[in-house]
């Protein structure tokens, strides 16, 4: 797959990593020079708008608040896959995939784990590979996502349409919130039996 990484920074990193790993082929672009990371995944470098036309499909790995301003600087995007993995930065909650104004077919996923986790080869806990909820509208690029995941050594799990983002991403502002107040947020999702 051809993946362009907007943004530099630990999500950026992370996942990189893994997908270059697996074979990809990667563009960086980022507001400071993307060298020292494109040079770590084996990368090219762009800007924003060079990145867009190579890729696939994007990840969008920089603060909510900076989507607007990359996406206009990226230009059209059509039959592109853009893989959102933000989160409201207050974790108030307030939605961000279905804000997202572009053409191309918008996937929230990777938004759930702290950047640490996506280091992890595999990311596995008590022997069960992490699960990796995504939202979106279009069968080809949430199936372009799976394999993402899978490329990550995690399960995929469809959880809806982009309109069920906001769960992802309220989920995100919940769990996160838990874990910055000392609590074991994982120890609420218990199993079934
Ligand atoms: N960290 C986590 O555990 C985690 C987990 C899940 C999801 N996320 C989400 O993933 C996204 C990236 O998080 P991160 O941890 O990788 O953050 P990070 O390490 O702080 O990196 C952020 C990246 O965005 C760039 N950036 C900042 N402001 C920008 C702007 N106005 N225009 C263009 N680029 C800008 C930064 O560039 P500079 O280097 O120039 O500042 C940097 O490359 C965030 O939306 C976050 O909510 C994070």
């Known amino acids: 797959m051809r993946i362009g990484i907007f943004g530099t920074g630990g999500m950026a990193d992370a996942l990189g990593t893994q997908w270059a790993r697996a074979g990809h082929d990667l563009v960086v672009s980022g507001r400071s020079d993307p060298a020292a990371l494109a040079g770590r995944l084996g990368a090219a470098t762009g800007t924003w708008r060079e990145t867009a036309a190579f890729a696939d499909v994007l990840l969008l790995a920089i603060p909510a608040g900076a989507i607007g301003d990359v996406l206009a600087a990226a230009g059209p995007l059509p039959g592109k896959v853009l893989v959102d993995c933000t989160n409201d930065p207050g974790l108030t909650g307030t939605p961000v995939a279905s804000r997202i104004v572009t053409d191309a077919h918008v996937v ?7 950047v640490d986790v996506w280091r992890m080869t595999p990311p596995v806990f ?3 590979p992490l699960s990796v909820p995504l939202c979106g509208d279009d069968p080809a690029a949430l199936e372009a996502v799976s394999t993402l995941v899978r490329d ?7 959880a ?3 309109d069920r ?7 995100a502002a919940f769990a996160i919130g838990l874990w ?3 609590e074991d947020a994982q120890a609420i999702l218990t199993p079934v039996s």
């Open 108 to 114: 929230k996923a990777f938004n759930l784990a702290h």
């Open 126 to 128: 008590d022997g069960r």
């Open 152 to 158: 990550v050594g995690a399960k995929p799990v469809r």
């Open 160 to 162: 809806g349409g982009l």
């Open 165 to 171: 983002a906001a769960l992802l991403e309220a989920t």
């Open 180 to 182: 910055f107040a000392g």
